[in-house]
């Protein structure tokens, strides 16, 4: 059993709506007695979130668009990371997926760091 410093506590919500071809999903996720590092007492709060919204333009074809969040240590400032992300996805054959996105990091780094994305599933 961990001693009870050790334990972390987690509470989340999340849910989907959906109206004819258009799909929306969410998730927020908050977190405390976390641990900056071994050595400091475990005092961090966390909070995460997800939003993304997908539109069916054609049978095999989707478009869609995300933000997601991250602040590792709540009360420190510009610490957070936030995330949009936009593109689309090709299904062929039930059994291939074809992805293209662009992602867009919104927060202040010292380059440039957006993202090309493309991705590639095959079910079985």
């Known amino acids: ?6 334990e972390k ?4 919500v999340f849910g989907s709506f959906s109206y004819s071809k258009f799909i929306l999903l969410g998730e927020l996720d908050y977190g405390w007695n976390d641990r900056v590092d071994t050595l400091a007492p475990p005092s961090r709060e966390i909070l995460a979130g997800y939003v993304e919204g997908m539109y069916q333009a054609y ?12 602040d590792p240590q709540r009360g420190v400032k510009d ?4 995330r949009v ?3 689309g996805n090709v299904y062929l054959y039930k059994l291939l997926d074809f992805g293209l996105q662009y992602r867009i990091n919104l927060e202040q780094a ?3 760091n957006n993202e090309l994305i493309s991705q590639v599933h095959i079910f079985f």
């Open 110 to 112: 010292k380059k440039k």
């Open 79 to 82: 610490d957070d990371i936030q």
């Open 9 to 12: 506590r987690r509470a989340a």
């Open 59 to 70: 049978r095999n074809l989707w478009f869609r668009a995300k933000l997601d969040y991250l």
């Open 85 to 87: 992300t936009v593109g």
């Open 1 to 6: 059993i961990a001693p009870a410093f050790q």
